[in-house]
């Protein structure tokens, strides 16, 4: 029977996913959500399931590893993945902002030199600067990165902010948003054609369950 391989996020994720995945009507092994296994399958066995690293999510999907993923749009953004983004899942909301201490509120970066600003997103933070031509060396750092500017790694911080407690807790303002980011599925270009009933099945139900839960249909149409 032809198959379809699901790269999920482990981590912040994953809960709301599998969830999900069971409201459409697949049914998942025991153990998938607490244990360990990195793969498994749907007792249909018509999806298989593997667990990534979020960031990892593009490119198992790119290079056909999986013909499918989850994965938020601020981490598929910073990869340039190309990917078929077919649907927004409505969860996993946050935003990527340039934040600092107050006192960057009344700085023009433009004629600040040597302007450090550390980040888990060097890429969308590059463009970022490029954009607004501000002369900026990033730091690249894979986690905690509201230490930085409370340490003097960096002057300023370009991450994700969901409730705000990281920023306000290390005495942290933000300064702009870049990016509006939520979960999506992703489609790899060539599993598209191929399967291309059995994917868009599977975005269908998920659609249709999404569009339940908001009140209203979010497919997007490319
Ligand atoms: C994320 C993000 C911020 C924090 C924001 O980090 O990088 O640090 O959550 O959430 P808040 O606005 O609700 O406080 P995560 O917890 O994933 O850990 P990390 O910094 O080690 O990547």
Known sequence: ????????????????????????????????????????YDQSQQLRFIMAKPVDVPTYVEYGAADLGIAGLDVLRESKRELYEPLRLGFGKC?????????????????????????????????YFYRQGISAEIIPLSGSVELAPVVGLADLLVDLVETGTTLRDNGLVELETLLESEAVVVVNRASHKLHFQLVQELI???????????????????
């Open 1 to 40: 029977m032809e198959k379809l391989t699901i790269a999920l996020p482990k981590g912040r994720l994953q809960d709301q996913m599998l969830d999900l995945i069971t409201s459409v009507g697949y049914v998942l092994p025991q153990g998938a959500l607490t244990g360990r296994k990195l793969v498994f």
């Open 204 to 222: 269908n139900r998920l659609a249709e369950e999404i569009g339940q839960r908001a009140g209203g249909s979010q497919t997007d149409a490319n």
């Open 95 to 127: 935003r990527l902002v340039l934040a600092g201490p107050p006192e960057a509120r009344n700085r023009n970066l433009r004629l600040v030199s040597n302007l450090r600003v550390a980040t888990k997103y060097p890429r969308l933070a590059l463009d």
